[in-house]
């Protein structure tokens, strides 16, 4: 009775991973018991991994990858110019601490989207807040948001993310407003957080890509200088998965035909 009490209070408590490792124990073959500090250990351990693995979940969604992206999957190879050991100091997250940013450069389809989401759910996982998005979509929230008079608020929420991914940065020319939107961003940030981009166009062309040459100085000084920077090259990922999907499609479909026969 007084076990079901206790198990209970510990739901009203919320700490259901810890009433459920209770329940367990108690059933355990009188041989197997464990001693109290054991005990106490298990139902403190269960627990606070519960709560880990609910705030994982919670940093992930709010991050909003938008594909199911982890480092360990990323195709290190020398012709797609990365390198190893590269990834690997990237995924100790220790450039988040260091508040430096990432810059993925690279033709369309070679998987610098991919790297800039794999670096988002490393962060999430090392316990870090981030968020993707897409440069033209962000701007246009921020339009939307300067019209509506929640500008202020929208900036403050870019501000205190850990790992901010802008991708397809400098896909379309940009108006006056737009480079002054993203200079407030990036300002906001600077040498307090860090910030992952992903472009089509190379670093070296930036200012020539922003048109107005004072933003385009203080945008690239507020990102470039203490960048990782990574040039993918090689052939689209996407043309080849498809071309791969295309062919696996055809087997199968000879394959039924051989059965059928």
Known sequence: MILEETIQKLLD??????????????TKPPGNQLSFDEQLGLL???EWRDRQNK??????????????????DVTCEPERGLDKSVVRALATCQWIHAKQNVIAIGLTGVGKSYLGAALAQAACRNGFRALCTRVPRLLHELAVARA???????LQRLAHVHVLVLDDFLIAPLKDTERRDLLEILEDRYGKSSTVIT?????????????DPTIA???????VHNAHILSLRGPSIRKRNGMNETKAEKEKSTEEKTERT
Do not use: N
């Open 13 to 26: 408590l919320k700490m259901r991973a810890m009433a459920d490792t209770l329940r367990e124990l108690v």
């Open 217 to 223: 100085d203080a945008i690239c000084d507020r990102v």
């Open 44 to 46: 403190v351990e269960a």
């Open 148 to 154: 509506d008079g929640s500008y202020v608020t929208v």
């Open 55 to 72: 705030a994982l979940a919670r940093r992930l969604k709010a991050a909003k990858l938008g594909t199911s992206a982890c480092l360990e």
């Open 199 to 211: 472009s089509q166009v190379p670093t070296k062309k930036w200012h020539e890509a922003l048109s």
